[in-house]
Structure formats: structure tokens, C-alpha cells
């Protein structure tokens, strides 16, 4: 039996975006990217963007930008330089 990667994993609520309800926008629906940086924080706990692209083997500009769109969104929240998964995410209100 071959061991499910985490970083591949869907949560609920990304689940349902790739059914269509996006809450990044009709426009801009969620990267690869994007979703391992979720997974990482959700397994993690808080973390900041240098050992996130550390992690996901990604530039740190690309795990920035990433994250800035997701923090804008509110899926992550960001203080000081840390990043933290928004409740509102954790719970599914998303």
C-alpha cells in the first residue's frame, strides 16, 4: 500500500473550490502552490515564508507572492513575518 503524500492531500474547503466556489474570486482559483503552503501551515502550526520555500523546494518570491494572495484572501494570516492558517479557513467558513 503506497502512503498518501500530505502535501497532496486536499482539505474540505479546497475540495469545494475545485468544484467551483472559489473565495479567491471567480477569476483566480488556487495554485498548486498555494495549496501546499495551506497543508504546510496546517501541519506546522506557524511558520514564515524562508522555511516554507525551504520545505516546498520554491523560489521565495514565488512562496511570497503566494502567500500575500492568501493572507489577502483569508485564508493565512500573517504577523511579524509569521504565517498562521485564518480561522475562519480552519473552521470552513471559506
Known sequence: MMDKNPLRDD???LRAEAAGSSSLG????ITTLERDILTCIGI??????DDLSNMLGESPRAVQNALIKLDDAGYVLM??????????????RL
Open 44 to 49: 506546522i502550526g506557524t511558520t514564515d515564508a
Open 11 to 13: 482539505p474540505p474547503s
Open 26 to 29: 471567480p477569476a483566480a482559483a
Open 79 to 92: 504577523r511579524n513575518g509569521w504565517y498562521r492558517l485564518s480561522e475562519a479557513y480552519r473552521t470552513g
